[in-house]
């Protein structure tokens, strides 16, 4: 038997352990560089005469600047793993994180300034977080470019330390000719260290090699890669990137990558990285935050309802797949009768005007209030707000044997509602459901979860099922 490929996560010295749970060196490189940039600013304009504020102000409203910055540049997925293969350029998403780093300092600057002017602990023209504006463009500008500077730096030292990436190329013989010409153009940036022919030569040919990145040039190879493979190269920590042809880009695919002229997009067993997963977290804490009054009296007038034509047990409570396979017990209001599985049939999925529920609980279900509780899951972190959502393990077990890349609707916590639930229906096959939460996991946004969240609403005012 072949020995297994060796996970990142063994005998792994502090550093990388750092590295698997979203810390960076660079972080602190730019966090020093973004503060120097910005104190330099003020010297190169006023000197060292910063009289209009005290000085602690000033350094305390560089700190606040600083750390805002470094925040966007880690949601933006700046401090993420990237592979050194076709990497894309740093400098366009840079400035975009600073620009959004700028307008979220100038909305925290007012909304503070106008609360300290309420209580009276400043007055009328002063603000709370000094800095001029032209020092904050500035800033934008520069900032970006250190950023990208600090970036180019690390890349230059990790080749010097341990060379160019060395290349895996996998295809069939007319695609490799094809490649060879072009990914090993540059030896100074590349190194092809091994060719296979076959998609089952690939794990192998990893195990008795030093490769860092498997380029796999024939797509419908992808099949036979899918998931498994990629999968255990990503633990390893070797990249894997497949060329795109004609017929992938009428997909309309994005993000992709060039390596000797060719197209190449990267392969992931994670549809979203930890810092979008960090990001949406944050998100659900404050829409929750701002919702709060609402969704408690909401809450109540349900559970009010359904302690008079339910009774109890008011909850049900059951067990349900979440992130990463791991299982949660999920609560929601109970609508079913406490027999609805006594006909020895198991675990299946509910159905339109299904007879298992109570008939005066209909139009809670077909409103959706039942889901209600599932903010105390959400709350612990076992939910999200939007997500795919989750199944028990009984019919998750069918559908990842039935239905090939299943599992990667495990990829972040399951939702109260998702993009298959403003779409389909209670009936709607699982297969075309995982299509939509695929769809949501690659293209999520803040934006996104709003819209889902207002089209929900409509959903359940139509009662939509």
């Known amino acids: 038997m072949s020995p297994p490929l060796r996970d990142l996560s063994e005998d792994a010295p502090m550093l990388a352990r750092l590295n ?3 810390f960076r060196l660079v972080m602190l490189l730019d966090a020093v560089v973004l503060y120097l940039v910005t104190v330099a600013s003020m010297v190169v304009r006023y000197g060292w005469a910063w009289r209009t504020y005290p000085m602690w102000q000033y350094l305390l409203s560089f700190a606040v600047l600083t750390a805002i910055f470094v925040a966007s540049l880690y949601f933006g997925g700046l401090y993420e793993r990237e592979p050194r293969l076709g990497a894309p350029p740093t400098l366009p998403r840079a400035v975009r994180q600073t620009l959004a780093a700028a307008g979220l300092f100038v909305i925290l600057n007012l909304v503070l300034t106008g609360f300290a002017q309420e209580v009276g602990w400043v007055r009328t023209t002063r603000v709370v977080l000094p800095l001029p504006t032209p020092n904050l463009v500035a800033l934008i500008a520069i900032g970006a470019a250190a950023v990208s500077a600090n970036r180019w730096w690390v890349a230059r030292n990790r080749t010097r330390r341990e060379g160019p990436p060395k290349i895996l190329l996998a295809g069939n013989e007319a695609d490799l000719e094809i490649a060879r010409r072009h990914v090993a153009i540059d030896p100074r940036r590349s190194q092809i260290v091994e060719e296979v022919a076959e998609p089952a030569q690939i794990l192998p040919a990893v195990r008795r090699t030093d490769v860092t990145d498997v380029v796999v040039v024939t797509s419908r190879w992808l099949d036979d890669l899918y998931p498994h493979a990629v999968e255990r190269l990503d633990n390893a920590g070797i990249t894997m990137l497949l060329r795109v042809t004609g017929r992938e880009t009428m997909f309309g695919l994005e993000r992709l990558r060039e ?13 979203m990285p930890r810092s979008r997963r960090h990001f949406k977290r944050l998100f659900d804490l404050t829409v929750l935050a701002v919702s709060a009054p609402a969704l408690l009296l909401l809450t109540a007038v349900i559970a009010v309802h359904q302690l008079l034509v339910v009774g109890r047990p008011l909850l049900y409570w059951q067990e349900r797949v979440g992130a990463g396979g791991r299982r ?24 339109q005007d299904d007879p298992r529920v109570i008939p005066a609980c209909r139009w809670v279900r077909a409103m959706r209030m039942d889901e209600l509780p599932q903010v105390w899951n959400v709350l612990r972190g076992e939910m999200s707000l939007v997500g795919p959502r989750p199944e028990r393990p009984e019919l998750t077990a069918q559908f990842e044997t039935a239905i090939p890349g299943y599992a990667r609707r495990h990829a972040l916590p399951p939702g ?22 695929l769809q949501y996991l690659v293209n999520w946004s803040p934006v996104v979860d709003l819209e889902i969240l207002a089209r929900t609403v409509w959903v359940v005012l139509a009662r939509r099922l």
């Open 259 to 271: 390596i000797g002229g060719l197209p190449f997009v990267l392969l992931r067993p994670q549809t």
């Open 20 to 22: 698997a749970i979203g």
């Open 416 to 437: 109260l509602t998702g993009l298959a639930q403003i779409h389909g229906r209670y009936h709607t096959d699982p297969e075309y459901k995982l299509g939509y939460d």
């Open 328 to 351: 949660f017990r999920m609560v929601k209001f109970r609508t079913m009768r406490l027999d609805a599985e006594s006909d020895g049939r198991g675990a299946r999925l509910a159905e």
